[in-house]
T-cell receptor, first 116, second 115 residues
Framework: AQSVSQHNHHVILSEAASLELGCNYSYGGTVNLFWYVQYPGQHLQLLLK??????LVKGIKGFEAEFIKSKFSFNLRKPSVQWSDTAEYFCAVTRPSGGATNKLIFGTGTLLAVQP | GAVVSQHPSRVICKSGTSVKIECRSL??????MFWYRQFPKQSLMLMAT?????????EQGVEKDKFLINHASLTLSTLTVTSAHPEDSSFYICSARDTGAYEQYFGPGTRLTVT
């Protein structure tokens, strides 16, 4: 079965520190990859997505992610975090089968706390 | 654009009663909507996929007679938790996919507490 692993469950950083959150998936075929963010008390929002093309994807709020097919990874990065980046981050995968039931498989999430 | 709403945002009910949660896509048509359940400090677990005009597809282990899903229009899907029990207490989140697209847009969630 397809699965998504996020290795860091809880990350604490100081403002201006660099961030990298790991994400690995198990499916060997073509995949679509997503990072979602859930700020405290808010709904899930899409940070960035990869479907095809340039494996380095730029998202909102200065986030980027790199798709490395050989490593089945899609790590999220930000060079300098801010206190407002405190949130829970979810990696997700879906298969572009073209059918009506493209299911998102979520990782377990990483809780990021940025200290001012 | 791409706003999804859920109602109610929070509900408390007594054990044995039924609760209906609505999910609406406000500015787009959603052929497919998804229902998730999120446990504290855990990821989102897909419960079912709701297709407009047809029966929902439930994930393994999800009781379809307990979690009734209706997707009567391109902008509305409902989840009814029947004969709720305390173990059904959770955060229920819906998402909607714009027709022809892969991206899902998420609602704000509904916190269900069964006493």
């Amino acid at each position: 079965a397809q699965s998504v692993s996020q290795h860091n469950h809880h990350v604490i950083l100081s403002e201006a520190a660099s961030l990298e959150l790991g994400c690995n998936y198990s499916y060997g075929g073509t995949v679509n990859l997503f990072w979602y963010v859930q700020y405290p008390g808010q709904h899930l929002q899409l940070l960035l997505k990869y479907f095809s093309g340039d494996p380095l994807v730029k998202g909102i709020k200065g986030f980027e992610a790199e798709f490395i097919k050989s490593k089945f990874s899609f790590n999220l990065r930000k060079p300098s975090v801010q206190w407002s980046d405190t949130a829970e981050y979810f990696c997700a995968v879906t298969r572009p089968s073209g059918g009506a039931t493209n299911k998102l498989i979520f990782g377990t999430g990483t809780l990021l706390a940025v200290q001012p | 654009g791409a706003v999804v709403s859920q109602h109610p945002s929070r509900v408390i009910c007594k054990s044995g009663t039924s609760v209906k949660i609505e999910c609406r896509s406000l500015d787009f048509q959603a052929t497919t909507m998804f229902w998730y359940r999120q446990f504290p400090k855990q990821s989102l677990m897909l419960m079912a996929t709701s297709n407009e005009g047809s029966k929902a597809t439930y994930e393994q282990g999800v009781e379809k007679d307990k979690f009734l899903i209706n997707h009567a229009s391109l902008t509305l899907s409902t989840l009814t938790v029947t004969s709720a029990h305390p173990e059904d207490s959770s955060f229920y989140i819906c998402s909607a996919r714009d027709t022809g697209a892969y991206e899902q847009y998420f609602g704000p969630g509904t916190r269900l507490t069964v006493t």
